[in-house]
Each structure stands twice: as structure tokens, then as C-alpha cells.
């Protein structure tokens, strides 16, 4: 009895053994990260939607900015089925007019619109650039130099196509696709949204 | 067995019994540093977190905001001719853009006056006045009226008395003339020319015509800003005209004014008025610049044809067929001197978020103009 209660003393008194204590941590480490890959998931996903967000403002605002023109404008002029290109940089001289049917945007992730760049390509195929800046005193400042992406810019591109006859005689289908520039951000899909005007 | 018995006893009372001191102290230790450490890593993180909290709130206001916008601007120019022929030049936009030659920003206590800001006028026609016809002092329907007098005389609206037509006007209206096309009752518009002045008073039934009373404007068609609050011939341009007659309309404007209250410069308020009653729509507002895109802009190499000099397009504000709205708000500027984040935008100790919206208001482009 009295060699019993000794040993059960002995055993209570233990502490872990070293297999014990490596399998807690496996399984501690093992949630911790867990956490922490749930958390970068979500910040991350975040981020996208953001971006997204971005994308689809950018394609309503091209889409609204191509409506305004009257139908015998260039810039929305269709000789044969199609103009523009949804998967290349499509530039045409229409008029003596350079017909841009893709642009970029640039502006700043941490101040949104407060600075602007808009690209495109002049009648002899040489970029232009046009970016607007805010300033605090109500002015707005007007360049014509180039951004960098290096600088922590966002940069969207924007692509259209415009469609005669669809989706009936007589009507334009404009379709646009916004695709996000910047390497870094992964898993982007492109943006794309149609309208449809005489 | 007695003996083991009491020696079980003391094995139970060791068991049973709480912490020594040194246990506690080293507990007691271990907790605070864990504490301590826990309540540090979360102290640094309240900063982010209410950073967040007040850059999604921001998001949230200038989308509301922009949204609201949206809704007036692409109804700008409603109401002109309910139902048939309507023109393809109507005027439903005016901007008074700032231009401004000094600062009205002050660095030091981050505060912004109302010159940093532009106003975006929302012209539709109103619903509860038909149009009705200008005439002579004799009642002619081929009579003409001058806005460089102190009255303007209309005949009555079809299908009303002297009496029901005066009883719709009232001091404070601000009425749009405007050219008719061939015919009286065409219902169309030439375009060629308009004028606008605000009733000074009460009509007054004259017979088989009524008589609007205003300030007089300018032989060239030009008004002050107090006879025309809504900027529509504040500058000389092509368009305005003095003289009107009986195939002409006047139609009263129901408008709708976006513009920044900065009577408390530090906090600019973007608000719309409509009807006589202002809401505020977003706090925190420092930036609001309207730019627009015009008919027959021949600019070739501008990849952003959008305008914030009036100049650029004559001041004729019936040309403008798109919109730009641009709006950069605040977060509430933070005054704790441990606070040293700085914005690149104007340098306060606030987070900042700029807007833009593109807006192509359908009544501007009918006829594909």
C-alpha cells in the first residue's frame, strides 16, 4: 500500500516528456499559422476587392465618357463589324484624328483620384500622357510626363471594342475590359462591362 | 499503516495546498511581462485599427456622396418638352469654376475656404410650370419682350386664364427664355439663343397678358450673380440674347446646386440644395473641382478632354455634353502631438481620399449631338 501511494507520488510529480512537449508546439505552430495564413487571406482578399471595386469604377467611367459622343464622331466610328481590340493596344487614325481604343490610368493607392494619369498615343503613334493633380488651393495642375509604376502607382488598362450592329441593326456594343498593371498584386481578374447605343 | 496513513495525509495536504510565494511571485511575474506584452502589441494596433475605421468611413461618404451626384447629373436637362421634340441643345449644366490667384488654404491650421471650391449647377425644368409663350404689351402672339426692361410680359399657357397663369409664378423664380424653332407650337428649339433673370415680385395680370417684373440685364444679355444665381449668362457669350417673342418660350427652372459651405473653414461641407432646402451630403470636404467635355472640342493629342476653365468653351454652357466630378474629403484631422502621420496631399494630420465619376447626362446628347 505504502509502495503504491509512493509511485502514484512519483507519477503525479512528473512533468512532460520531451515527445509531449515537441507535439504541443508541432500542433501550436501548426495553428498559429493556420491563423495567420486565414488573416493574410483575408487581408488579401481585401486588397482585391479593392481593386475590383477600382476596375469597375474605371470601366462605367470609360463607358459613360464614350456615350458622349454624337454617332458620326470618330472616336466611335466603326468602318466594317468591329474597332479596337480587347487583347491588344489598338490605336487608328480616324479623321485625322488618333483614335485611342485603349488608355491607362494611374493614380495613388493610399490617396485615390487626388493625382491622375491618363495615357494614350498621339497621331504618330508617340505616347501622351495627360495627368491632373489636385492641389489644396482649388488649382489644378496639367503635365504631360510620363509615371512610373515604380513610384506606388496603381496602373489600370483599359481596352474597348466597339461592335456595329449589335445586338441589333443600327446599334453599337461597346464592351471594355480593365485589367490591373501591377505586378505585385496577384489573382486580379480582369473588369469587363458592355453597353449598347445607337 | 498508521504511519502511512499520515504519511498519505501529508501527501494530500502538499497536493491540496496553494502556491508557495516563490510559485505566486514567479507567476505573478510571467503574467505581468505576457500582460504587458499583450496589452503593447494591442495599443500599437489601435492606432491602425481606428486609421482603418476612419479611411473605410471616408470611402464610404465620397462614394455616397459621388453617388448622389450621379443620380441629379444624369437627369440634368429633364423636363424641357414633356413628351415630344426635344432639342438637341438644351442647357442643363452651368459650373463656376475657381480659378484661384491666391491661396484660400491655410497650412498651419489646415483650414479651406470657399474660393478653393467649385459650384455645379443641376438645370431641369419645372414640372409644375407648362412653358408658356413671351408677347407684347398689347398681348400679341407675335409681340417680343425685352429682359433689358423692368418687366417681361408672356401670354398666358394654353389652356389657362391671365389669372391661373400669374397664380404659377412667384418672386424668387429663376425662368430659362429660350429660341423656338419654325411654328409656334413646333415644340422645338433653334437653340440659337437664351436668356434667364429671377422674378423680383408677384406677376401681375395685365389684361390678356402677364407681366414678370426683374432687374434689367445688360444689352449684351449679361446678368449679375444676384439676377442669376444658377450662372447661366454671368459672362458674355454667344448665346444669350435680350429679345424674345411669341414663337419663344420661358420656362421656370427647378435646379439642383452642389457647393462646399466652408462658413466653418475647419470643416468644408459639400451641399445640395434643391427646392429651397440644403442637405448636407459629405464633412470633411476638401476638393471639389467640376470639369467638363464639350461639343465640338477639336482637340486631337488630349487623351483627357475634359475642361476646368469655362473659357475654353466660349462660357456657353449648352455645349457641355459630360461631366467630371472630382471630390477629395478628409479624415477628421487628429490633434494628438503623438500623431505623426502627414499626408502628401496638403500635409495635415489626416488621411485623404479623392473621387472621380465620369457623368453624360442622357438629356444632353439627343440627336446625337
Given amino acids: 500500500m505504502a509502495r503504491s501511494h509512493t509511485q502514484s507520488n512519483k507519477s503525479y510529480a512528473r512533468g512532460f516528456t520531451i515527445i509531449e512537449v515537441l ?11 493556420s491563423a495567420a495564413a486565414l488573416i493574410g487571406n483575408t487581408l488579401g482578399s481585401t486588397s482585391r476587392n479593392e481593386y475590383l471595386t477600382q476596375a469597375a469604377t474605371l470601366a462605367s467611367e470609360k463607358l459613360e465618357d464614350l456615350d458622349r459622343y454624337p454617332s458620326s464622331d470618330p472616336h466611335i466610328t466603326v468602318s466594317g463589324t468591329t474597332a479596337g481590340s480587347l487583347t491588344a493596344d489598338t490605336v487608328q487614325t480616324v479623321s485625322g484624328i488618333a483614335v485611342n481604343y485603349y488608355d491607362e490610368v494611374f493614380f495613388s493607392p493610399s490617396q485615390g483620384f487626388v493625382e491622375e494619369t491618363v495615357s494614350g498615343l498621339d497621331v504618330n503613334g508617340n505616347p ?3 495627368t491632373l493633380t489636385h492641389n489644396p ?7 504631360n510626363a510620363a509615371p512610373s509604376l515604380t513610384s506606388g502607382l496603381f496602373g489600370f488598362k483599359r481596352r474597348w471594342l466597339i461592335e456595329q450592329d449589335q445586338p441589333i441593326a443600327g446599334m453599337r456594343r461597346i464592351t471594355v475590359v480593365v485589367t490591373m498593371e501591377n505586378q505585385s498584386v496577384s489573382g486580379m481578374a480582369p473588369f469587363q462591362m458592355s453597353m449598347v447605343r445607337p | 499503516m498508521t504511519r502511512t496513513l499520515t504519511q498519505n495525509s501529508r501527501s494530500r495536504a502538499t497536493r491540496t495546498s496553494g502556491f508557495t510565494l516563490m510559485e505566486f511571485t514567479v507567476a505573478m511575474s510571467m503574467m505581468i511581462v505576457i500582460g504587458g506584452a499583450t496589452m503593447a502589441l494591442f ?13 473605410s468611413g471616408l470611402n464610404i461618404s465620397m462614394q455616397s456622396a459621388v453617388t448622389q451626384m ?37 497650412p498651419g491650421t489646415f483650414t479651406y475656404t470657399s474660393t478653393c471650391f467649385d459650384t455645379l449647377n443641376i438645370l431641369a425644368m419645372s414640372s409644375s410650370v407648362p412653358p408658356s409663350h413671351p408677347t407684347d404689351a398689347t398681348g400679341s402672339l407675335t409681340g417680343c ?14 389652356g389657362m386664364t391671365v389669372a391661373q397663369t400669374a397664380a404659377l409664378f412667384s418672386a424668387g423664380n429663376q425662368v430659362l427664355l429660350i429660341k423656338g424653332g419654325t411654328g409656334r407650337q413646333s415644340l422645338q428649339s433653334s437653340g440659337t439663343q437664351m436668356e434667364t433673370f429671377v422674378l423680383t415680385g408677384s406677376p401681375t395680370p395685365n389684361g390678356n397678358y402677364v407681366s414678370l417684373p426683374l432687374n434689367p440685364s445688360n444689352s449684351d444679355g449679361t446678368n449679375s450673380a ?9 459672362v458674355a457669350s454667344t448665346v444669350l440674347g435680350t429679345s424674345f417673342c411669341g414663337t419663344d418660350w420661358l420656362m421656370v427652372i427647378s435646379p439642383t446646386t452642389y457647393h462646399v459651405d466652408a462658413s466653418d473653414p475647419t470643416d468644408p461641407k459639400l451641399v445640395r440644395t434643391r427646392g429651397g432646402v440644403t442637405d448636407t451630403i459629405a464633412d470633411e470636404v476638401i476638393g471639389f473641382k467640376v470639369l467638363v467635355a464639350y461639343m465640338g472640342d477639336t482637340a486631337t493629342n488630349d487623351v483627357l478632354q475634359y475642361h476646368f476653365n469655362p473659357a475654353d468653351y466660349g462660357y456657353n454652357y449648352s455645349l457641355i455634353r459630360s ?17 505623426t502621420f502627414r499626408n502628401t496631399f496638403d500635409g495635415g494630420p489626416y488621411q485623404v481620399l479623392g473621387s472621380t465619376v465620369i457623368i453624360n447626362p442622357r438629356n444632353l446628347s439627343m440627336n446625337g449631338n
Fill in chain 2, 323 to 339: 461631366i467630371r466630378v472630382s471630390l477629395i474629403g478628409r479624415t477628421t484631422p487628429n490633434p494628438d502631438a503623438e500623431y
Fill in chain 1, 23 to 33: 507535439i504541443a508546439t508541432v500542433v501550436l505552430i501548426a495553428g498559429l499559422l
Fill in chain 1, 128 to 130: 501622351i500622357y495627360t
Fill in chain 2, 226 to 234: 444676384g439676377n442669376d444665381p444658377l450662372n447661366i449668362s454671368t
Fill in chain 2, 145 to 158: 419682350s425685352s429682359t433689358t426692361n423692368n418687366s417681361f410680359d408672356i401670354q398666358p399657357i394654353a
Fill in chain 2, 70 to 106: 450621379q443620380l441629379d447629373l444624369v437627369n440634368a436637362g429633364t423636363g424641357y418638352y414633356p413628351g415630344v421634340n426635344i432639342p438637341s441643345w438644351p442647357i442643363g449644366v452651368t459650373v463656376v469654376n475657381q480659378l484661384p490667384s491666391s491661396s484660400c488654404f491655410t
Fill in chain 1, 137 to 143: 488651393d482649388g488649382s489644378i495642375g496639367q503635365s
Fill in chain 2, 43 to 55: 495599443q500599437q494596433n489601435v492606432p491602425s485599427f481606428n486609421n482603418q475605421q476612419n479611411t
